[in-house]
């Protein structure tokens, strides 16, 4: 589900967690707002039915925060959940914006004409900081991963910036 970030995956674990336990983790995490799930990914009756999963920016941060905090699961868990978001093969959006020596652990997803990259990133220097971006365009348009990686190299520069100024 996150590595390849496969849909069928993601609908395979709502199938087998449940929709319920799913909203009560997120509840539980202390993320009220920013993330509906209601239904799994790519259900056209649902979506024709106006049945929709929304999820913004400040959504996503939320759901990293707990990892970066140590919060919520124990080190254990919160290490293995980062060595998946480590593991992440589609590379295009948030880590080509940034030096090698820059580890992410993020997720991407991509559906009809919207994508994203959530990530926490890792610098050998200094804590590290979460970075979420969510791209539109047109059915036809192009151009939303290197935005994407455009975006990361920009926040990278002026924290790397940031850093030597203090």
């Not at 395979?12 to 799930?37: K, Y």
């Not at 030096?99 to 919207?114: C, L």
Request: net charge negative; proline share 5%.
């Amino acid at each position: 589900m996150i590595v390849t970030s496969s849909n069928l995956a993601t609908n395979l674990l709502v199938d087998v967690v449940g929709l319920e336990r799913m909203q009560q983790t997120l509840r539980a995490l202390g993320i009220h707002e920013g993330i509906e799930l209601v239904r799994g990914v790519e259900d056209e009756p649902a979506y024709e039915a106006g049945i929709s999963n929304r999820v913004t920016a400040d959504g996503l941060l939320q759901c990293l925060r707990p990892l970066v905090e140590e919060r919520g699961f124990s080190p254990e868990i919160t290490r293995a959940m980062l060595d998946i978001l480590h593991s992440q093969e589609f590379n295009s959006g948030i880590p080509a914006g940034l030096p090698q020596k820059v580890r992410v652990a993020h997720k991407t997803g991509e559906i009809s004409t919207v994508a994203h990259d959530a990530g926490i990133v890792f610098l050998p220097d200094r804590e590290p900081y979460l970075l979420v971006v969510l791209t539109e365009w047109a059915p036809g348009g192009s151009g939303r991963r290197p935005m994407i990686a455009e975006i990361s190299r920009a926040v990278y520069e002026h924290l790397a910036r940031k850093g030597s100024d203090e």
